[in-house]
């Protein structure tokens, strides 16, 4: 009975069998059964990706995973090679238009591969754990530059740094926040950490402690990407945030001719948030006309998007603006 937890110690295990088939020669153009048996921690992985029960192992199969394994192999190396860099996208006050703060966002230029999005290489980071190890660079480089950037902005300008699902599920985050913060002298109210709404179906006591205990260190909280997944609005009223970002899918509708539906959606999440004593801001901004509805029509605290400034590296940011 495939469906009974399996018993081991005190622990129960859910059994769920995942299939890879390979044909043989097949598709893939293997000879012989000892090609086929090297490639089987690949079956496992095909699986893993694809969520699929049963799946076929292909040409294009083996491509992917092998590509992923050149990522997770060449991502071991690339903080001691200086491979990351981070950039920055400036975060407007809509009223004043004056700039409040910006966001960190991590770039790969890796000597084999290229340039590697984020949105490909940090899932395959989270998979690995080396999460970890790319968050505290991140806290630590983030920090160092907004040394510069409170000099010329004041002493409000925040940094917003991501952090993954992964880190928040990791006790001791707010341990090395403070360790990292102490050691480059960084003060923790200078960032607001971001944290995407697909947590809020997560263990809620573990997200609730360490955010608390992050806002406690005098750093500031942020929901990212509001509306794009599982929005429990419940667990919104008792989460310890300082802002609520409406994600770009919401902004990017305001300027087209059937709008009215889109700045109605937006208003009431802006009054969502207003009514949970959170600031709001705006993502993905392109266009005047946007802003413009944003600003008269919608009235948010916040904007940000290619509108108001693209990420770029911090000597353009600091000319720039
Ligand atoms: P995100 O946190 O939602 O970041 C915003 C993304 O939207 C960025 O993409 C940014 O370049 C892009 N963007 C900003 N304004 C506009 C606009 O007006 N129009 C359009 N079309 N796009 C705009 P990017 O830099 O490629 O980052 C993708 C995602 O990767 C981020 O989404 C974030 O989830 C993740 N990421 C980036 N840096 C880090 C990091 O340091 N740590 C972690 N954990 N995740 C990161
Ligand atoms: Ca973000
Ligand atoms: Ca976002």
Redesign the pocket.
């Known amino acids: 009975d495939r469906n009974r937890p399996y018993k081991y110690d005190s622990y129960e295990f859910e059994l769920r069998p995942l299939i890879t088939v390979s044909g043989y020669p097949g598709e893939t153009g293997y000879t012989s059964i000892n090609e086929v048996s090297r490639v089987l921690g690949s079956f496992i992985d095909i699986a893993k990706i694809s969520g699929n029960q049963i799946n076929l192992l292909t040409k294009e199969s083996l491509f992917l995973i092998n590509e992923q394994q050149n990522i997770d192999q060449e991502m071991i190396n690339a903080i001691k090679r200086n491979e990351f860099n981070?950039?920055y996208?400036p975060r407007v006050n809509m009223r004043t238009g004056n700039i409040a703060g910006c966001?960190?966002?991590?770039?790969w230029n890796n000597q084999s591969l290229g340039n590697i999005?984020?949105?490909v290489f940090?899932p395959r980071a989270e998979a690995t754990g080396f999460?970890h190890s790319?968050?505290d660079w991140?806290i630590a480089t983030a920090g160092i530059a907004n040394k510069q950037m409170v000099k010329k902005f004041g002493d409000t300008f925040t940094t917003g740094?991501?952090?993954?699902a992964v880190?928040i599920r990791s006790p001791g985050l707010p341990a090395k926040i403070e360790a990292i913060t102490k050691e480059y002298e960084i003060t923790p109210q200078c960032f607001d950490f971001?944290v995407?709404e697909s947590l809020l179906s997560e263990d809620s006591k573990v997200v609730i402690d360490t955010l608390t205990a992050i806002r406690n260190s005098g750093a500031q909280t942020a929901l990212?990407?509001f509306g794009t997944g599982y929005s429990s609005l419940s667990l919104l009223t008792y989460l310890p945030l300082d802002y609520l970002?409406i994600?770009?899918a919401f902004t990017?509708r305001l300027d087209q001719p059937e709008s009215d539906r889109d700045i109605r959606i937006v208003r009431a999440i802006r009054d969502l948030g207003y009514a949970c004593n959170l600031e709001i801001i705006a993502?993905?901004?392109?266009t005047q006309k946007q802003v413009d509805v944003l600003l008269k029509d919608i009235d948010v605290s916040f904007g940000?998007?290619?509108?108001f400034g693209?990420?770029m590296a911090l000597e353009a940011f600091m000319d720039t603006f």
């Open positions: 981070l950039v996208q966001e960190a966002l991590i770039r999005s984020p949105a940090i999460i790319i968050t991140v740094v991501n952090l993954s880190n971001e995407t990212d990407d970002k994600d770009q990017q993502e993905g901004m392109e940000q998007g290619y509108f693209k990420p």
